[in-house]
C-alpha cells in the first residue's frame, strides 16, 4: 500500500496510454499549424515524466513513444498482450465551427465486460481535465471507435478528445510547453484516482 497525490493505492494499475495518429497521419491540424500528433505525443511524454518522478510509479506503456504510425489493431492488441487494467486514446478535436469547444470522452458503444466501469471512468476523468484546466464539459458519449470497440472485453477504456484545436484559445493553448505539464499532471491524478 502506498499514498500517491493524497490517494491510497493498494495495487499498481497497468495503464496503456494510446497516443494517436502519428507517422504520415497527422489527425486535426489546428488553425496555427499545430498538429494533433504532435500535441498528444507530448501530452504522453509529459505524463511518463510526472509519472517517473512518483515514490510509486503507475505502470504506464504508450503505443508509441515518438513520431510513428501504428494501425488500430495493434494499438488495441497492446492493451490484451500486456493484460491492461486501463486502455486511454489521446485525441484533439476539429471542427468546421470554429467556437466549437471543450473536453469530450468517449466510450464503446458496443457492450463489453467493462463497459459500466468505462463509462465511470469517463465521467471522472472528464470532470478532472474541465476542472484542472478551464474547459468546458462536451460530455461522456458513447461511439464505435475501433480501439474502444476492440478494448472493451479486455480492460476499462476511453478516448479523450483533449480539445479543439480548430478554435484559436484551445489551439494557443497547446503552443504553451507549460499547459501540458498541467494537463499530463490532471491526466495523472484523475488515472490515479481511479
Not at 497521419?25 to 509519472?51: F, H, P, S, T, Y
Amino acid at each position: 500500500m502506498c499514498i500517491v497525490f493524497g490517494q491510497e493505492i493498494s495495487a499498481q494499475k497497468r495503464i496503456v496510454i494510446d497516443v494517436g495518429h502519428g507517422g504520415k497521419d497527422a489527425g486535426a491540424i489546428g488553425i496555427n499549424g499545430i498538429k494533433e500528433k504532435d500535441v498528444v505525443l507530448d501530452i504522453a511524454n509529459a505524463i511518463l515524466r510526472l509519472n517517473n518522478d512518483l515514490e510509486k510509479p503507475l505502470d504506464i506503456y504508450l503505443t508509441r513513444y515518438k513520431d510513428t504510425l501504428i494501425s488500430l489493431s495493434d494499438r488495441a492488441n497492446l492493451a490484451k498482450t500486456l493484460k491492461a487494467d486501463l486502455f486511454v486514446s489521446l485525441h484533439c478535436n476539429h471542427s468546421d465551427n470554429p467556437n466549437a469547444r471543450g473536453i469530450e470522452v468517449y466510450t464503446s458503444k458496443k457492450q463489453g465486460i467493462y463497459s459500466e466501469e468505462s463509462v465511470f471512468l469517463g465521467y471522472q476523468i472528464e470532470k478532472t481535465l474541465c476542472k484542472a484546466i478551464g474547459y468546458e464539459s462536451r460530455g461522456a458519449k458513447f461511439a464505435n471507435f475501433q480501439v474502444l470497440r476492440e478494448t472493451v472485453d479486455y480492460c476499462a477504456s476511453v478516448l479523450l478528445e483533449l480539445g479543439f484545436l480548430s478554435n484559436t484559445d484551445e489551439s494557443r493553448y497547446y503552443q504553451n510547453q507549460i499547459s501540458y505539464q498541467i494537463l499530463a499532471l490532471a491526466l495523472l491524478e484523475s488515472l490515479i484516482k481511479n
